[in-house]
DNA sequence: CTCCGGTGTTGAACCGTTTCAAACCGATTT
DNA sequence: AAATCGGTTTGAAACGGTTCAACACCGGAG
């Protein structure tokens, strides 16, 4: 009883398995009158196909898998909400795979990906480590777009955000606001991201002769922003304004300033980065970096596509969008 | 050379692929020896496992669906962390699917699981039209377990938050402060969370004298709840304080307050429900009612296995916990 | 020398599909 | 009457693992 398959379906409607599979798969292809027969069948014993069958025999499985750094991260739920109507009306199934910034808990992912031998993955690796797992998915022929990440010299398609660029955003506009000590909270800096927004703040710091200092974290969360400026805080000389590596961080170096009666903006500016849809609604609307989420999400499933169709004579794109600062109380 | 399966490291070994399968799935039946030899192969040819033939014979998936309202409710993506570890660590991988709210894409999901044959399923159902659906999966040997919702007169296990006693709370707590005139805002109607919430604050109304009228929205997020408040205002007599279905909800609402120039809690109180962590960092700290999250998911994966374990003499438990209100700025 | 028990290894059956060459069939054509 | 032709249906061979009964081998006991 447990499971009925083809064959019992082929039995009760008087057919060949092989029928059967057609009905599911050609109906043009079969009678009339058969298809009827088969489909009430079908219906009766209420088959399922099954997937795992099928998978082994056509190679691939039609899962396309989304590895992200973190899911509890609205930036990255946008990325995906962006991703999945393209890869839905492509046939495609999205697994969302959560990496916690963690290489560990990224590679098991990986692993689990490529033995199911899914159609494709976008990826926004969590740091220069990850590079051999995913050498050897793409070696495996399976395509690769990295997301939110240029792809270097790397052979694969990527879609990603000059954050070098969105860093000297941030610390131009601080700046321009007449801040000559700033504090860039985030981490680790292994994290690609971490490090170009960095750079990028760090250069416009030196061309403008700003001081700036670097406040480490061990990931990029409300309580890591928090955690940082309170021990900010607790030391005689501090800036006067904070680039936070991202939103989360952002919101928690604000909910740390407000606890200690720290003013925002006025004794301590923040920048955030994302500008995910609760910077906006934050107890001081966040002054952020945005990035075009969606599209990210979007033009990494097109790439993706379009390299499974192109096959071999697919040569890889690489798409780089610039972000664009929203300036908002916590710099007025 | 596109795929190197079990037959290719036998040969390479010299041995039968039976003898690989038993080197990969009970290492101590095989001499220390010829163990050394396939392993050897299987990293000289970058050999990987096919799960869809695994499956294929074992008749299941590792995989635990999970199905959620909303990935980008931070509700639901603690209640998915809380779930994980438990998964992972019972050898489950986890598969969170999004419904949005739409019977459509829940049942889409649904479909595509069963044809997965899942090892199990952890459910936030959109509506009562679900229930065929899920006794489908149920049906075919499926253990589905519910989650934030009480399982009724259905056969499964749940673990769900008493949503009655959570709107009594936040009515009550608004009464208390004076307040005689509320709205309710949120919607679809059909969830049966909404439906509940609604109830017990509607139950504390009546019974304390307090005027409350309803602000249907067409979903749960942040831009259904500026929108309604924007339509709240727009006519003449206005409630003194708004109880939202959840805590996005309730950040639209205050948003949209904001920018109107109403002053909260002042002119107009605010109580969200969940307490998801951007509650507290908002632009008027939000009171909220706190359900267990973590341990929600946690205690459904559990249910889960525990279900899987005991086989046939399993009997449905139903867990219920309590929420409790915390309250802050929004109606100090 | 035979028999026995235990340890390793083998080979084939099986899981549920898809695919494709071959068979079938009734109607036209030659 | 034979050959040809679409439109349908069939049957069996993959796909890549897991499982298990059967077998080979070896040292020790009788």
Redesign the interface.
């Known amino acids: 009883m447990?499971?009925t398959s083809m064959k019992d379906v082929a039995r009760a409607a008087g057919v060949s398995v092989g029928t059967v599979s057609n009905v599911l798969n050609r109906p043009d292809a079969v009678a009339e009158e058969t298809r009827a027969r088969v489909l009430a069948a079908i219906a009766e014993l209420?088959y399922?196909?099954?997937?795992?069958?099928r998978?082994?025999r056509a190679?691939r499985?039609r899962n396309v898998a989304v590895v992200v750094l973190d899911?509890?991260n609205?930036f990255f739920?946008?990325v995906?909400?962006g991703a999945e109507p393209l890869i839905e009306s492509a046939g495609g199934?999205v697994?969302?795979c959560d990496s916690g910034e963690d290489v560990g808990r990224e590679r098991r992912h990986l692993e689990?990906l490529?033995?199911?031998?899914v159609l494709g993955l976008l990826i926004t690796p969590v740091d220069d480590s990850s590079a051999s797992w995913i050498e050897?998915l793409a070696?495996?022929?399976i395509p690769v777009v990295l997301v939110d990440r240029g792809a270097g010299r790397h052979p694969y398609c990527s879609v990603a955000v000059d954050d070098v660029h969105g860093g000297r955003l941030a610390a131009a506009h601080l700046a321009e606001r007449g801040h000559r000590r700033i504090a860039f909270v985030g981490g680790p800096a292994s994290i690609p991201q971490v490090a170009d927004r960095l750079a990028g703040c760090r250069q416009v710091c030196e061309e403008s002769g700003v001081d700036l200092e670097v406040l480490a974290t061990p990931g990029l969360n409300?309580a890591a922003g928090r955690e940082a400026v309170e021990a900010m805080l607790a030391r005689p000389e501090r800036p006067t304004a904070v680039f936070c590596a991202n939103d989360l961080v952002a919101?928690?170096a604000?909910?740390g300033l407000t606890m200690h009666g720290v003013k925002v903006p006025q004794e301590c500016a923040i920048v955030g980065y994302d500008d995910i849809?609760?910077a906006?609604?934050?107890?001081?609307?966040l002054s952020s970096v945005r990035q075009p989420r969606a599209q990210l999400g979007r033009t990494a499933a097109q790439l993706l596509f379009d390299e499974i169709s192109e096959g071999q004579g697919h040569t890889h794109r690489n798409v780089v969008f610039q972000p664009e600062l929203v300036a908002r109380a916590s710099t007025a």
Do not use: K, Y
């Open positions: 447990s499971t209420g399922v196909r099954n997937d795992s069958a998978q082994l190679g499985s899911v509890a609205p739920t946008d995906v909400r199934v697994t969302v689990i490529e033995e199911q031998r050897r070696g495996h022929d409300v919101l928690g604000l909910q849809d609760f906006a609604a934050a107890a001081v609307p």
